[in-house]
């Protein structure tokens, strides 16, 4: 079983504290080690300094023209260049003897002197040993030893005998050994005073430096002590915390769970959306399969009656050209049978565009390079007189000089754009009569119904066509002043078999009230990339304008 936060906080305590107090008593440690050594420094300061003066003294002073090193190292070179002393004996004797003589020149003056000059040294002995010579067999070194006859200090003042011993050559062959005292007693004393004074300042050093650990292990412990318990504490609230944490994860797994069950209706409900939405789909395309079946027998119905028209008019043709060819016709006869005849082929060139269009699928369209412009001035031309004369109104159309390139099927566009003229034309009879019905039912007396019947018979539609640009798309509009649509017509008045004509006796003779024609205009508008927009209000007019994109550069 895991032991909790706190259990493993109070195991650990021992080592934090040991790692808090480490910087400490390493410090203590450290200071206490720097003031021994430099107690130790200063003790052996002097007795360096002595080995160094007597060891210079040695080494510099000159009884025979050469020093003690230089008679060493020629005793030694002539005892390695006759090892067996067979050539001259006596030649390395005398050498030997100059050896101790050197000596005793050097350490006899400071035997004459002894205890009366302070800083005069004290030879109690000197010697020197000689290793045996290169390339002799067997025997021992030699020694030069010099002893004085002054009495070494007694046993209690041993340590201040001071021993020099070093190597002159600096290859091991000799070795000078020096037995010294250098400093007389006052001086010895001087040296123990100033001993004991760095040990009392080593000493209270030392305190003060204990004292200032202990301070700091006492703050330290004390902070130790109160972080601890801020920590346990803190560890407390956290367990405290951690439970909450765990009851409110418990809580949020139960919303989770709602949130699962709500997802899982709410994909339920997706799925029958999406159900719905595929039946939608099914009815749409079936809707769509009927539209182009109803387009189909409509094209059939009509191209049926377009081609019994045009078949009629054939026996029309023959006798016009009959008559004409006939002699003693007067001109204007002759000119009125040429008219007659005139506008019996337009009628059957417009029955075979009527053929041609009623029997193709709005969808399946030919496209051409059009110019909108001159396409709408030559239908404002074609209607211009029948809305004059039969019509009762005026058609007009505003198109720039320039050709307005775009692309589309000529005889598609042109049934769209002569369905928009017929339904403006509908929307100016209704107003007309709308107008004459207002006039009949003025009350406020006959003079002033009379000039309201005179004003609705003087009034007179208006349908205007329109061409222009507007940015990267063509803009067609239809423009009437009739009588308007409510906001429920204009939403609807694009779908199939819609309409407020049917069975309406104003419009006998003039191809309305089936409900296809604007549908038909949605329809060749979708498959040329346009759109359509409506903008009417009742009693105020309606302009329909249709957005196309215009053809590529040629």
Not at 478 to 485: A, P, Q, T
Request: glycine letters at 6%; hydrophobic letters at 40%.
């Amino acid at each position: 079983m895991n032991e909790s936060p706190i259990a493993e906080t109070a195991d650990r305590a021992i080592w934090k504290y040991v790692g808090g107090l480490a910087p400490a008593v390493l410090l203590w440690a450290i200071l206490v080690g720097w003031l021994a050594w430099q107690l130790d420094e200063r003790s052996a300061w002097s007795e360096e300094t002595d080995r160094a003066t007597i060891r210079e003294w040695i080494d510099e002073a000159r009884n025979f023209r050469k020093t003690l090193p230089e008679l060493i190292a020629e005793y030694v070179r002539y005892g390695d260049d006759d090892p067996d002393n067979t050539a001259d004996p006596r030649r390395r004797e005398t050498k030997k003897a100059e050896l101790l003589e050197h000596v005793r020149a050097l350490v006899e003056p400071t035997r004459a002197y002894v205890n009366q000059l302070p800083l005069f040294p004290e030879i109690y002995r000197f010697e020197i040993d000689i290793a045996p010579p290169r390339g002799r067999s067997g025997g021992s070194g030699e020694r030069v030893t010099w002893e004085s006859s002054v009495p070494r200090p007694a046993r209690q003042n041993r340590d201040r005998l001071q021993v020099l011993e070093y190597d002159p050559t600096g290859d091991g062959r000799a070795t000078i050994r020096c037995e010294y005292k250098l400093h007389a007693f006052n001086k010895l004393q001087r040296q123990e005073q100033e001993r004991q004074r760095m040990s009392l300042v080593a000493g209270a050093l030392l305190a003060t430096a204990s004292v200032l650990a202990g301070l700091f292990v006492v703050r330290f412990l004390r902070r130790e002590r109160e972080r601890e318990v801020a920590r346990l504490t803190a560890l407390a609230e956290a367990e405290y915390r951690e439970i909450e944490l765990l009851q409110a994860q418990h809580r949020e797994d139960e919303a989770r769970q709602a949130q699962q069950e709500l997802k899982s209706e709410l994909l339920e409900r997706q799925l029958e959306t999406s159900d719905l939405q595929r039946r939608a789909a099914e009815a749409e395309k079936s809707a769509f399969e009927m539209k182009s079946q109803l387009y189909a027998s409509i094209g059939i119905m009509a191209g049926s009656y377009a081609h019994n028209i045009k078949n009629l008019l054939v026996r029309p043709n023959d006798l016009l050209a009959r008559c004409i060819e006939v002699n003693g016709l007067s001109r204007e006869q002759e000119g009125m049978l040429h008219e007659v005849k005139s506008t019996l082929g337009t009628v059957t060139d417009r029955l075979q565009q009527i053929l041609k269009t009623v029997r193709r699928d709005p969808s399946n369209a030919e496209v051409t390079r059009l110019d909108l412009a001159q396409f709408v001035r030559e239908a404002a031309t074609t209607w211009f007189d029948m809305g004059r004369d039969k019509w009762k109104l005026m058609i007009t159309a505003d198109t720039p000089s320039d050709p307005v390139w775009i692309e589309g099927d000529h005889s598609h566009l042109q049934q769209a754009i002569e369905n928009l003229v017929f339904n403006a034309r509908d929307a100016t009879f209704e107003m007309r009569n709308h107008l004459r019905e207002a006039a009949r039912r003025e009350t406020a007396g006959p003079e002033l119904r009379k000039q309201a019947l005179l004003a609705a018979a003087a009034w007179k539609g208006e349908i205007a066509l329109g061409v222009r640009r507007d940015g990267d798309r063509v803009v067609l509009t239809v423009r009437d002043n009739g009588i308007g649509m409510t906001d429920e017509v204009r939403e609807k008045c694009l779908l199939p078999q819609y309409t407020t004509k049917r069975d309406n006796a104003l419009y006998e003779g003039y191809s309305a009230g089936m409900g296809l024609g604007l549908s038909f205009v949605a329809m060749v508008l979708e498959h040329h990339g346009g759109t359509l927009t409506i903008e009417t209000a009742p009693l105020a007019g309606t302009t329909f304008r249709v957005s196309l994109p215009p053809a590529n550069p040629a």
